[in-house]
Nanobody, 121 residues
Framework: QLQACGGGLVQTGGSLRLSCVVS????????LGWFRQAPGKNYEFVAF????????VYADSVKGRFTISRDNGENTVSLQMNDLRPEDTAVYYC????????????????WGQGTLVTVSS
């Protein structure tokens, strides 16, 4: 199971830190991703990190503003979001995959419940 938290309401230019706690053991073959879904839109890939390596990947829309990190000891993946913009408003989800780097939400097999991020202008 994955449990995401940390969402909230923030003004444009503000910051939030999302966390995702993963129950159960993670292996080096696993990877975690963050997706978001704005009202009326499909899931959008945000960021990716391998559990057993330093590989991180970001969507162009968040590159330079968001940072994904992991804490293997705490089985936690975090998403530090800086310089937030109204277009970042969405429900953010963490998810697990065993398929390596993939932007396809259909290739993630476990999902957290989502946490709402609202950025006011």
């Amino acid at each position: 199971q994955l449990q995401a938290c940390g969402g909230g309401l923030v003004q444009t230019g503000g910051s939030l830190r999302l966390s995702c706690v993963v129950s159960g053991r993670l292996y080096s073959s696993h990877a975690l991703g963050w997706f978001r879904q704005a009202p009326g839109k499909n899931y959008e890939f945000v960021a990716f990190i391998r559990w057993g390596a330093r590989t991180t990947v970001y969507a162009d829309s968040v590159k330079g503003r968001f940072t994904i990190s992991r804490d293997n000891g705490e089985n936690t993946v975090s998403l530090q979001m800086n310089d937030l913009r109204p277009e970042d408003t969405a429900v953010y989800y963490c998810a697990r995959t065993i398929r390596g780097l993939t932007y396809n939400p259909g290739e993630y097999d476990y999902w957290g419940q989502g946490t709402l991020v609202t950025v006011s202008s």
